[in-house]
């Protein structure tokens, strides 16, 4: 049986008493998968109160969304890997929305990947397709086309397995994971897929019994 990573990310959504509704709702559910690696990747803010639910919890890791391109220092605003990895195994780096709101490029995208090494964290980098360069080896590689983020039109399952086969046969990451409008009725079509590893989960995550169908089916 493969290893499968089923990663949720929330984006900048949820206070802080939602935070908790949905660890009190996902904690009832049995998340005992021996081969599923299920990482939960909130805002800044709420990696403390996750850290002390997913203590009881093995196969359960944390990730950020993003991580400063410099040390700690005079960076306003900042959340650097230092800080980070104080609270979460894996960071998130080169979302496809960082890209187009916050101009993030390829030279950006790699200093913080060389960031998130320093400090011991493992990225989770995101791409549109197969034509990027990066200059480490990242643990995780996200396939992650624009039109199919948020939007309910997912890639098809052959496309996607064949952009991931292309991304293993030019990089070293071991894993390539599928995100794109991800849902617990047409996740287990990717992760059936030889190629793909894994899901990045948005929209469909925030909800706490329809998060655990996707963990469940994949
Ligand atoms: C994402 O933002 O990484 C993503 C895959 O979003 P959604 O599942 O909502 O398409």
New binding site residues.
């Given amino acids: 049986m493969k290893k499968l990573f089923i990663i949720a990310?929330w984006?900048s959504n949820k206070k802080e008493l939602e935070v908790k509704e949905w660890i009190d709702k996902f904690k009832n559910y049995d998340l005992r998968f021996k081969n599923k690696e299920i990482i939960i990747c909130p805002s800044f803010i709420h990696l403390p109160l996750l850290k002390s639910y997913i203590l009881d919890h093995e196969s359960i890791r944390l990730g950020a969304q993003d991580i400063s391109k410099f040390d700690e220092g005079a960076y306003t605003g900042e959340v650097n890997g230092k800080q980070i990895r104080e609270f979460a195994e894996y960071v998130i780096i080169g979302?496809s929305?960082r890209r187009q709101n916050f101009s993030e490029n390829e030279e950006v995208v790699n200093q913080k990947i060389k960031q998130a090494i320093k400090f011991g964290l493992k990225p989770i980098l995101?791409v549109q397709d197969q034509n990027f360069k990066i200059q480490e080896k990242v643990e995780i590689i996200a396939y992650?086309p624009v039109f199919?983020?948020?939007?309910n039109n997912p890639d098809t399952p052959e496309n996607a397995d064949l952009v991931s086969t292309k991304i293993k046969e030019n990089n070293l990451s071991n894993y390539i994971i599928y995100?794109?409008?991800?849902n617990s009725k047409n996740v287990n079509q990717f992760t059936q897929k030889p190629n793909i590893d894994g899901v990045?989960?948005?929209?469909?995550s925030l909800d706490p019994l329809e998060f655990f169908e996707i963990i469940k089916n994949a």
């Fill in positions: 990310n984006k979302h929305e995101c992650e199919a983020i948020g939007t995100g794109g409008s991800v990045l989960v948005g929209n469909a």
